[in-house]
């Protein structure tokens, strides 16, 4: 399935949350659901000039790459205020940084039932795509970065605080996280992901 340069025309009933959208969904949602994607992975790839960072110092924030699956939430989307709530997620996802595109995919929740959601794409095309960088040098970036909504220290805190109430691991910002964390505040529980071939 390719790629939206805009909104989608379809009305699904779910979005897929990999990132702060896990915790911070910023609407009312009927319902929430432990969901998996495949065929993608989470990873820092994207560089973030708004909300984590400044064009002169980016951030980093998290996307998805081909490869494996990625384990996260499923927000069920609110029937009455389904068209508000539709804008709000462009606005939010695409109208600042601009490298997310809005897509439809398969996502699998843990009740049994496979449903199609909206999931966020990075545009791999696009400037701000940052793809798989040496940890030397997110640390860097995550380090020093400061945007609209914080700091991409906090970004990086809230994300490993949140994996861990879902049980979720992700070795890789598991190892980034170490770089810039406290002991307490990198450790999760057990997940097996596969390595993207992406």
């Known amino acids: ?65 081909p490869g494996g699956s990625c384990r996260g939430l499923a927000h069920r989307l609110p029937r009455r205020d389904y068209d508000a709530v539709r804008r709000y997620l462009i606005h939010r996802e695409i109208d600042n940084d601009g490298v997310y595109e809005e897509t439809v995919r ?31 040098s997110a640390v860097s970036l995550v380090r020093r970065s400061r945007g609209a909504t914080g700091s991409n220290l906090a970004y990086l ?5 949140h994996l861990r109430e879902l049980g979720l691991r992700d070795r890789t910002l598991e190892k980034l996280a170490q770089r810039l964390l406290p002991d307490r505040e990198t450790s999760g529980a057990p997940c097996r992901r596969r390595r993207s071939r992406g």
């Open 1 to 65: 399935m390719s790629l939206s340069r805009g909104p989608v025309r379809a009305r699904p009933h779910w979005v897929f949350a990999y990132g702060s959208l896990m915790w911070n969904p910023g609407f009312a949602t009927p319902e929430t659901r432990p969901a998996r994607l495949q065929g993608w992975h989470r990873a820092l790839c994207i560089y973030s000039e708004h909300y984590r960072g400044t064009p002169a110092k980016p951030g980093l924030i998290l996307g998805l790459l």
């Open 106 to 136: 398969p996502i699998h929740l843990a009740d049994g039932r496979t449903v199609p959601a909206l999931v966020y794409l990075a545009d791999r095309k696009h400037r701000q795509f940052a793809g798989k960088l040496p940890l030397a």
């Open 157 to 161: 805190r809230n994300t490993m605080a």
